[in-house]
C-alpha cells in the first residue's frame, strides 16, 4: 500500500481503505485460483475423453468379471 496514494485521510478511513484493498485483493487471488483449477479440470477431462475414444477404436469390448471360485473366473460380454 502507498500512503500517497490515501494521503488526508483520517486513520479510521485509512484502515478502511487499506482493509478493502486487502479483502479485494484476496478475491481476486481466489479467482485466479478457481479458473487455474477449472482449466486444470478441463483439460484431465479431454485427456479422459481421447482415452476412451482411443479404446473404443482399439475394440476393446467391455467386460465384466463374474467369480465363480476363488481359484478361477471367467469374463462375460454385457
Known sequence: MKRTVLKKKSQKVWQKEISRRKF?????????????LKEENSKKKTQRKEFQERNSKKGTPNRKLIFTDVRTCRKQKD
Open 24 to 36: 479485494l485483493e484476496g478475491n481476486s487471488k481466489k479467482r485466479t485460483q478457481r479458473r487455474e
